[in-house]
Structure formats: C-alpha cells, structure tokens
C-alpha cells in the first residue's frame, strides 16, 4: 500500500462483533479505521448507519468503507442512495476482489449472520486487496453513474 487509505467502518447492531474484528484487522493492515459505530447492541435501523458511512465516502472524507448488518443486504441498498456510491454486498472471496478491480466499489457489505469471521477477514482482505482495472471497466463503471 503505498499511502495510507481512510477506512469508515459502520454497522447495525447485528453486526457489531463482527466490525470490531474487521477494525482491528483492517487496522494490522496499515489503513487507518474511522469506526463510527454504534457502540452498543442495542437495536437500531441499518439504514441510518449505512447512509452515514456512505457520506463519509461520497464526501471524500474517506476513501473506502466496510459496512455490515444481519445479511448486508439492507445496509448496502441504503449506502447506494448516496450518490457516488458503489456498495456491493459479498460472501465470498472471489466477489470481494472482483467488487473492487470490475466495479471499482467504493464500499463492501458483509452479512454478520451469514458468513463466519474467518470468512468475512478474507473477504475484506480481498476486496483490499485488489485493485481497479479502469479501461473498460471504466466505461462501464461511468455508464453507472449515469
Ligand atoms: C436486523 O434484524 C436485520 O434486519 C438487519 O441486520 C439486516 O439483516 C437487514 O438487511
């Protein structure tokens, strides 16, 4: 990595475990983790949360984001209400990087109650990891923004 990457990290609260893991490991990679929250397990409303983190990102605050929830699913549909947003939910490896070099996602979903944290690590460290490919992708990716 060659300079340092702003990571917002948000979550409901049925994943809060699971982003504290995915901190401090995003952390041991060398980005810094802007964690803003919750804190608690008391319940709350993904959407809140996921159109928080996206506004952190659309707004340049921060380069990337890593948002869960139960299934990631509604967590990603409401960070892709933010314009600029490109969020794609995973629950594996191989979409994770393909997220990232295809679709230059500017954001990962991962589902807390869908994939164990062994696999959610990998997941995140493979949409890290990878990188955008631009050229056709590219184009395509425009086509998205409209
Ligand atoms: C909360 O119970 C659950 O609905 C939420 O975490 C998520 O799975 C929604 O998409």
């Known amino acids: 990595m060659s300079d340092t990457k702003r990571i917002v990290l948000s979550s409901d609260h049925a994943a809060i475990d699971l982003r504290q893991a995915v901190a401090t490991h995003v952390a041991a990679k060398g980005y810094e ?3 803003i929250g919750p804190t608690t397990t008391e319940t709350t409303h993904y959407p809140l ?3 928080a983190a ?3 990102v659309a707004s340049g605050d921060c380069d ?4 869960l929830c139960g299934t990631g699913q509604g967590i990603m549909m409401a960070a892709n ?3 600029g947003i490109r969020c794609g ?3 594996d490896t191989f979409s994770a990087s393909m997220i990232r070099a295809h679709n230059n ?3 990962l979903s991962i589902g807390a109650r869908v994939v164990g944290e062994g696999l959610a690590l990998a997941i995140v460290d493979a949409y890290l990891d990878a990188e955008f490919e631009g050229g056709r992708h590219g184009t395509r990716v425009d086509m998205i923004e409209g």
Request: aromatic share 0%; hydrophobic share 45%; proline share 5%.
């Open 33 to 35: 983790v802007v964690d």
């Open 49 to 51: 949360h996921g159109k």
């Open 54 to 56: 996206a506004e952190r």
């Open 64 to 67: 990337l984001g890593i948002i």
């Open 81 to 83: 209400k933010v314009p």
């Open 89 to 91: 939910v995973c629950s």
């Open 105 to 107: 996602a500017n954001m």
